[in-house]
């Protein structure tokens, strides 16, 4: 039987919010909060971005006992530490590592090419792994890849031992009927895509958030 995992952004997806600036007893408030409410993973944010976000990420991770603590890292092994060390005190650590996908990203914003990126998410999945069992890898910008890449690439990081993927649209533009067919061609050409849960971030730039979730389910 297949079962729904919530994973809540509210306190870093949120605290990126115009206007919004949350501190450390609002976000520990808000972290009780979705832990009572039954939610799956709670993301933390993002630790090596500030100290302040690393004493929040450690803090939380110290109050939520039940829900598992999720921390964001880069592909990067310096991240990975951080990350590793914010999430030290918690009872269920999750690792969440983004990397984009798309040529955009990849020759855009890293100035690399889709056989470096790829080695770079292979790398830092093997390396996250050392410490925390549960590891998620963000394909940034899934929508606009090629989609036998990111097939290859899916397929590479859940070798190395991630447990999530999570699909994303970056740019917040995509339809239903174009999410069901990128969840549907991953379930038909990641070959060992049954080992891994398939995750969706779904941007609401357009009010199509709630309908591309549930048209992923429906994949």
């Given amino acids: 039987m297949e079962r729904v995992k919530i994973l809540d952004a509210t306190l870093y997806g949120g605290g990126q919010s115009p206007g919004v600036a949350l501190n450390l007893e609002e976000k520990l408030e808000i972290g009780r909060l979705l832990e009572e409410m039954g939610i799956d993973a709670i993301q933390v944010g993002f630790p090596i971005s500030s100290p302040r976000e690393f004493e929040a990420a450690r803090e939380l991770s110290r109050a939520v006992r039940e829900s598992a603590v999720c921390a964001l890292a880069r592909a990067r092994e310096e991240d990975i530490d951080v990350a590793v060390a914010a999430l030290k005190p918690a009872a269920h650590p999750v690792l969440q590592i983004g990397l984009g996908a798309s040529d955009s990203y990849i020759e855009g914003k890293l100035k690399t090419t889709r056989e470096a990126a790829l080695e770079l998410a292979v790398d830092a999945v093997r390396h996250a792994r050392r410490y925390v ?87």
């Fill in 133 to 219: 069992d549960d590891v998620q890898y963000y394909a940034a910008d899934a929508f606009r890849a090629d989609p036998a890449y990111l097939h290859r690439v899916l397929d590479a990081v859940i070798g190395a031992g991630a447990t999530t993927i999570n699909i994303a649209d970056t740019v917040g533009f995509y339809t239903p009927s174009e999410w069901g067919s990128l969840i549907r061609g991953i379930r038909e050409n990641v070959p060992n895509v049954e080992q891994a849960t398939i995750g969706v971030h779904c941007q609401n730039d357009l009010g199509l958030a709630t309908a591309n979730a549930i048209e992923s389910l429906v994949n």
